[in-house]
T-cell receptor, first 117, second 111 residues
């Protein structure tokens, strides 16, 4: 069964460093997302991406964050200068094009645990 | 924005027991998903159920969209069912493609 993959599974970085989290969405999906979950809290939406541009972003997704689809398979989240509060689990998700009813489902990757020291 | 409330927040059961988890939402939705977050932090898709009833083994889910709630049933619980269960919704007719998560129900199954 097709699945979303993410690398690395765990990344430790020092405050102020840049990190790139990588995702390979399901191959026929057209919508891509990043979510994050701070330890013990609920999952929060960061950004959605369609047709090579951001379709929506949350207040969390400030100028320190960027997303890119550098080729036909990868989808990346970059944090330019990490802060302690960026420590979280980051999930990538993907979904097919909207159905006729407008409904869709999202498939999540296993997550990357980012620890900023 | 839409509010998603899950109850109970915590549930402790003996192995073999049945449980019902509830998700209430404050607006019409065109997507509702149930996830299980395992002890390793992975989010496992359980159901995509914007309306109606589905069953998968010991798990089943029902969404009554007109009354804005969904229920997840777990029968004959096993220790491997432990973890956090999240409900997540997307708002009907919204141009946004995000899904909004509830705060989860933490389920602990004791042997």
């Amino acid at each position: 069964e097709p699945e979303v993959t993410q690398t690395p599974s765990h990344q430790v970085t020092q405050m102020g460093q840049e990190v790139i989290l990588r995702c390979v969405p399901i191959s026929n999906h057209l919508y891509f997302y990043w979510y994050r979950q701070i330890l013990g809290q609920k999952v929060e939406f960061l950004v959605s991406f369609y047709n090579n541009e951001i379709s929506e972003k949350s207040e969390i997704f400030d100028d320190q964050f960027s997303v890119e689809r550098p080729d036909g398979s990868n989808f990346t989240l970059k944090i330019r200068s990490t802060k302690l509060e960026d420590s979280a689990m980051y999930f990538c998700a993907s979904s097919e094009a909207l159905r006729r009813t407008g409904a869709y489902e999202q498939y999540f990757g296993p997550g990357t645990r980012l620890t900023v020291t | 924005g839409i509010q998603v409330e899950q109850s109970p927040p915590d549930l402790i059961l003996q192995e073999g027991a049945n449980s019902t988890l509830r998700c209430n939402f404050s607006d019409s939705v065109n997507n509702l998903q149930w996830f299980h977050q395992n002890p390793w932090g992975q989010l496992i898709n359980l159901f995509y159920i914007p309306s109606g009833t589905k069953q998968n083994g010991r798990l089943s889910a029902t969404t009554v969209a007109t009354e804005r709630y969904s229920l997840l049933y777990i029968s004959s619980s096993q220790t491997t069912d432990s973890g956090v269960y999240f409900c997540a919704v997307a708002v009907r007719y919204s141009s946004a493609s995000k899904i909004i998560f509830g705060s989860g129900t933490r389920l602990s199954i004791r042997p």
